[in-house]
C-alpha cells in the first residue's frame, strides 16, 4: 500500500511507527499522511489538465471534512463540493470563496437554501421544487443534478443515478427546469451527473460523460441554454485490495474528453469533477487495539474498532484491507471474523480476514481509512469517535482530538 512500509516487523507510515503512534495516543485513531494527499491531488491535476484546458476539481468534503485537510486541499487549488449547509459554513469559515464551493444538497429545506444563496454560493438544485424555494433570491449561478439513466457503483448502497436513485431531476424535468431557473433571475447554468461511487472502470468515466453530454445537447437544443460548465460528480475509485490494480486516470479523462470533442469540438464548457475518495481515501490508515480472541464456530478477533467508528462494512458490504501492525514478519495462521465492541451483530469491520495468530494488545491496522470512515463515525453504544493525527514535514500533529465523556453528553438538557 502506498506511503507505507515494514520496519522490524512494524507498521510505518511515511517512516513513523504506527504501533508507537497508537500506544502514545491511544486508540481508536487515524493517522493520516499530508503528503499522500497531496500527491493524490497533483496526480488526479495532472491527469485532467493533460486533457482539458477549462477544468475546476471540487473536493467532495463528506469524505472526510477535518478543516486542516481542506486546507490542505484549497493549497492546491481544489474547490469544493458541499452537500449541507454546514459545509458550505465550515467550507467558508476555512477560507474558501463562495464562488469555489458547488452546494449540492438533496431535499433540502427551504432555509437552508436561502442561506447558502444569501452567501452568494453557486446551488446545484435536485429539483425544480428545491429551486422554486429560492424565489426572489436565486443565485447567479444555477446548476441541476441530472439522474442520467446510467448509474454505477461499487454497491448498490453507493449507486446515485438510474433507477431507484432519489437523487436529481430526469433529462424531461430538466428541459423545463432550465426555462424556470431562467425565468427567476439566475444567469449563468451549469449541469452535474454524479452516477456512482469507487468505480475503478476507466470506461465508466467516458459512459457519464457521454451520457451526460447527449443530455446537454438536447437541453441546449430545447431551452438555448449555453452551458458554463458540465460537473461529472465523484466516483472515482481506489483499490481496498492490495491485489487490486489502481485506476487508469489518463484512460478515464482521455475517454471524457473523446465525448466532450464529440459535441463541442473546440469550444467546451468547463470540465469540472468533485471526487472524495480519490484525495483522501488512501492518506490514512485506521488503528485499533485487539481486545479479545474467541475461537468458536468460527474464530473472533475483537477490537475498539467498531461499526460505530468504520460503518462501511455494515452499511454497504465493504471490505477493507487489514492487518496486524505489529506482526508483519509473523506467519498468517487464521481467518477471522474481525468484530467490533459494538451491541449489533453487524458489527463485522472484515470477514474471512487471514491474519496471524492474534493476542491481546497487537495492533490492528486497516487500510483506506481516510474517506467515510471518521465522517461517518458517532458515538453509537457510547464508544469513542477516533482521533486523527496528521503526519506533516514538521512532525505529528492532533487535527482531532479524541472524543470524551463530555463530548458524548454535551448536548443532554
Ligand atoms: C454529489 C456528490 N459529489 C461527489 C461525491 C464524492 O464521491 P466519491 O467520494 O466517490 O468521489 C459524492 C459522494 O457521494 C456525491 O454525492
Known amino acids: 500500500m502506498n506511503n507505507f512500509s515494514s520496519e522490524n516487523g512494524n507498521l ?15 486508540t481508536p485513531l487515524i493517522v493520516t499522511s499530508e503528503m499522500r494527499i497531496r500527491q493524490n491531488a497533483k496526480r488526479l491535476r495532472s491527469a485532467v489538465s493533460s486533457n482539458f484546458d477549462n477544468f475546476e476539481i471540487k473536493y467532495a468534503m463528506k469524505a472526510n471534512p477535518n478543516p ?53 454560493v ?14 426572489g433570491k436565486v443565485p447567479h449561478t444555477i446548476s441541476f443534478r441530472i439522474k442520467i439513466e446510467y448509474g454505477r457503483g461499487e454497491f448498490k448502497g453507493t449507486t446515485t443515478s438510474g433507477h431507484d436513485a432519489k437523487f ?3 433529462e424531461t424535468e430538466a428541459i423545463s427546469a432550465y426555462r424556470v431557473a431562467s425565468e427567476m433571475g439566475a444567469n449563468e447554468f451549469g449541469i452535474h451527473v454524479m452516477a456512482g ?26 431551452d438555448g441554454i449555453e452551458f458554463k460548465f458540465i460537473d461529472m460528480g465523484g466516483g472515482l475509485g481506489v483499490p481496498y485490495q492490495p491485489e487490486i490494480p489502481e485506476l487508469d486516470l489518463e484512460s478515464a479523462f482521455s475517454k471524457a474528453r473523446d465525448a466532450f470533442v464529440k459535441y463541442f469540438g473546440r469550444r467546451m464548457p468547463t470540465f469540472c469533477i468533485e471526487p472524495g475518495r480519490y484525495l483522501v481515501a488512501d492518506s490514512s490508515v485506521l488503528l485499533g487495539s485487539v481486545t479479545d480472541v474467541k ?18 462494512p455494515a452499511l454497504y458490504g465493504a471490505k477493507h484491507h487489514m492487518v496486524l ?7 498468517v495462521k487464521g481467518r477471522y471474523e474481525v468484530v467490533g465492541q459494538v451491541c449489533e451483530n453487524t458489527d463485522r469491520i472484515g470477514s474471512d480476514v487471514a ?20 465522517s461517518m463515525a458517532s458515538n453509537y453504544n457510547g464508544r469513542p469517535i477516533p482521533a486523527e493525527i496528521l503526519i506533516t514535514d514538521n512532525g505529528e500533529e492532533i487535527i482531532r482530538k479524541p472524543s470524551t465523556f463530555a463530548d458524548y453528553i454535551r448536548n443532554y438538557s
Not at 469559515?93 to 458547488?102: A, H, M, S
Not at 461511487?197 to 430545447?222: C, F, Q
Request: include cysteine; glycine fraction near 8%.
Open 12 to 26: 510505518t507510515l511515511e517512516g513513523r511507527d504506527l504501533c508507537s503512534m497508537a500506544r502514545k495516543f491511544g
Open 68 to 120: 486542516r485537510i481542506l486546507s490542505i486541499l484549497r493549497s492546491e487549488g481544489l474547490g469544493i463540493d458541499a452537500s449541507s449547509d454546514m459545509e458550505v459554513r465550515l467550507a467558508l469559515d476555512t477560507g474558501y470563496k463562495p464562488e469555489q464551493i458547488l452546494f449540492t444538497p438533496n431535499y433540502a429545506s427551504k432555509k437552508e437554501l436561502l442561506w447558502a444563496s444569501g452567501k452568494g
Open 122 to 135: 453557486p446551488i446545484n438544485f435536485d429539483s425544480i421544487n428545491q429551486l422554486r424555494q429560492v424565489d
Open 168 to 170: 436529481g431531476i430526469t
Open 197 to 222: 461511487s469507487n468505480v475503478l472502470d476507466p470506461g465508466h468515466t467516458g459512459m457519464v460523460a457521454n451520457a451526460i453530454v447527449e443530455t446537454v445537447k438536447r437541453i441546449s437544443e430545447s
Open 295 to 312: 475461537v468458536q464456530d468460527k474464530a473472533y478477533l475483537g477490537s475498539d474498532i467498531s461499526m460505530n467508528t468504520l460503518l462501511r
Open 325 to 331: 501492525a505489529n506482526r508483519l514478519n509473523d506467519e
Open 355 to 374: 491474519l496471524p495468530e492474534p493476542r491481546i494488545n497487537d495492533i490492528l491496522a486497516v487500510f483506506n481509512a481516510g474517506a467515510y470512515v471518521s
